[in-house]
């Protein structure tokens, strides 16, 4: 009993300095540094999502860094570090290996974090995680990301949902776009290098031939099978992402007679690019 009087003592000297402690914590959302929310996304084009809706007041924080490919990238001891100071993670959700890897340890290093899930509302294609490749799927992780900031930042409500107003009828415009484009097209087939364009035929009623056949580059007779399947369907381009080695594609775009053109799907600059692999896609298919 005596012993818990003194510790009680000491306690009544203490608790005023926890309890601001605690209190510091959790009322203050922002950044020491900015002054600015901060927001970690998985891959570049939720960069551009992030601070499309979150405009002034946050700060987005990519986990896979640009060049980087979120198939095999695993996080560094400083990004772990800038998560403890997040207030959001908005993760793909659809099955990036990155998060699949660790998103345990991310999660355990910031447990006040508000984690919410891009892909809610998103018809999954089995064993493709590259959603966010169809703006029909970007308006709804927009969405997605518009709901978690205005819980974890809810006196600025106001101020994103006009951003994402904003953003979300520019997203429109390039869905228009795309379709009334390749509309145009009478041969639907198109032969990429890694299969990240799955939603994006699917919304827009392509055929994407992948020369990764489950993550991996083809062997001889892959080669000698995927040249013929190009040459049955007329293929004249074989589209590459700068993520990965282009031998193979070289190798199969020699072998048509036709070349070889790079898309990215992991720029930084969403819609500008999507306009960009738009122009490659009506310029290399028939
Ligand atoms: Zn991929």
């Excluded at 012993?3 to 009544?12: A, M, R």
């Excluded at 600015?36 to 946050?58: R, Y």
């Excluded at 087939?189 to 992948?210: C, K, N, S, T």
């Excluded at 036709?258 to 490659?280: E, F, H, Q, S, W």
């Amino acid at each position: 009993m005596k012993k818990h009087w003194s510790c009680n003592w000491i306690s009544i000297i203490l608790l005023p300095v926890i309890l601001l402690t605690l209190l510091d914590i959790s009322c203050a959302p922002k950044s020491e540094v900015t002054g600015k929310i901060s927001i970690v996304v998985t891959i570049l084009p939720q960069v551009e999502f992030v601070q499309s809706v979150g405009g002034e007041k946050v700060d987005a924080i990519v986990m896979v860094p640009p060049g980087q490919d979120p198939h095999t990238y695993a996080p560094t001891p400083s990004q772990l570090a800038a998560v403890k100071q997040a207030k959001m993670y908005a993760m793909m959700g659809s099955g990036v290996e990155f998060e699949l890897a660790h998103m345990d340890r991310i999660e355990a290093a910031n447990k006040h974090m508000l984690l919410i899930d891009c892909s809610k509302g998103i018809d999954l294609i089995h064993n493709d995680p590259h959603t966010w490749l169809s703006p029909r799927n970007a308006k709804i992780m927009v969405e997605n990301i518009y709901d978690g900031l205005i819980k974890v930042d809810p006196t600025n409500e106001e101020y994103y949902v006009n951003k994402k107003y904003e953003y979300l009828l520019k997203l429109d415009k390039l869905d228009k776009e795309i379709e009334a484009r390749l509309v145009t097209i009478t041969n639907k087939y198109f032969m990429v290098l890694h299969p990240a364009w799955g939603y994006f035929a699917r919304d827009y009623g392509l055929e994407q031939i992948a020369i990764h056949i489950e993550g991996k580059n083809p062997s001889a007779q892959d080669i000698v099978n995927l040249v013929q399947k190009a040459k049955e369907h007329n293929i004249k381009v074989v589209f590459t992402e700068p993520q990965f080695d282009t031998r193979s594609a070289s190798t199969i775009a020699k072998a048509i007679g036709g070349t070889v053109v790079c898309i990215d799907p992991l720029a930084k600059d969403y819609i500008d690019n999507m306009y960009r692999v738009l122009d490659a896609l009506v310029k290399g298919m028939h």
